[in-house]
């Protein structure tokens, strides 16, 4: 079978919603064990009820990545890893100049800092076994710019940065790394993101934000996990510390 995960184990922030949802449920499906971790309870019990209806095997660990004491907890559990897919992360809406302190430093922490924790935590494991695949989940908009998004921009720079360095770093040690940069996917957190910031306005502002991709639509989760699902795969082997827009052509087209 192409794409197999079988008797792998894999590591998955934020797999309660959204893409990381579906990147585990791929995975899963694929024979990988699926470690699941984030805050919100009642969405990472749903992922792993659906994961073990469908016959996959799958795990929950309540976590805030921001803290690096609970990570490495959750990571001493879980105890022998071949990937980590690093898919938690907010959002914000907001120039430099109207980016308060407390924002800024928030959404480092849980996109940037928690990151780190988990590859700071997961490294070593993969090390122990000789070799392992990263994938972080970034953004276009860490490749151009997108109005209003000052601190979420920055978060996903550093995003792209690191995973060029991790995928350097590691190369004696059989890990490869790389990224995912998707534009707009509709996932629950757009809805709510849009009924919160544009409230009487949510049809115009999807519509909106769909048309902004030159094929004319917003992406679907499933569409990412499949690129995540390769990225992480044996047919993947020669590739690391490379990002891969999955934008509808946002990047290269969008004159």
Same mark, same amino acid.
């Given at each position: 079978?192409?794409?197999?995960l079988q008797n792998k184990q894999a590591a998955i922030t934020g797999a309660g919603s959204g893409i990381g949802k579906a990147i585990a449920a791929i995975f899963a499906k694929q024979g990988a064990v699926v470690h699941i971790i984030d805050?919100?309870?009642?969405?990472?019990?749903q992922t792993v009820a659906d994961i073990e209806t469908a016959g996959g095997k799958a795990y929950w660990y309540r976590g805030d990545v921001?803290? !690096?004491?609970?990570?490495?907890? *959750?990571?001493? !559990?879980?105890?022998?890893?071949? *990937?980590?897919?690093?898919?938690?992360g907010i959002a914000h809406i907001g120039k430099a100049d109207t980016t308060s302190t407390e924002d800024f430093e928030k959404i480092f922490n849980v996109n940037v800092k928690g990151a780190y924790n988990c590859l700071h935590e997961a490294i070593p494991l993969m090390k122990k076994q000789g070799g392992g695949v990263?994938?972080?989940i970034a953004s276009i908009a860490a490749l151009v710019g997108i109005p209003d998004r000052f601190a979420y921009s920055m978060s996903k720079g550093a995003i792209y940065a690191m995973t060029l360095s991790v995928a350097k770093d590691y190369l004696p040690d059989h890990i490869?790394?790389?990224?995912?940069?998707?534009a707009r996917v509709h996932t629950p957190f757009v809805d709510g993101f849009i009924a919160k910031n544009y409230p009487g306005k949510e049809k115009e502002m999807f519509e909106k934000l769909a048309n902004s991709q030159p094929i004319g639509r917003m992406g679907?989760?499933?569409e990412i996990a499949a690129l995540a699902l390769y990225l992480c795969s044996n047919e993947a082997a020669f590739i690391t510390g490379n990002d891969y827009?999955?934008?509808?052509?946002?990047?290269?087209l969008n004159n």
């Open positions: 079978m192409m794409f197999s805050l919100n309870e009642e969405n990472a019990r921001s803290r !690096q004491e609970l990570v490495a907890g *959750i990571f001493q !559990q879980i105890g022998k890893l071949d *990937i980590l897919v690093n898919s938690a990263i994938l972080n490869r790394c790389n990224s995912i940069s998707p679907t989760t499933n827009p999955i934008d509808g052509g946002f990047v290269k």
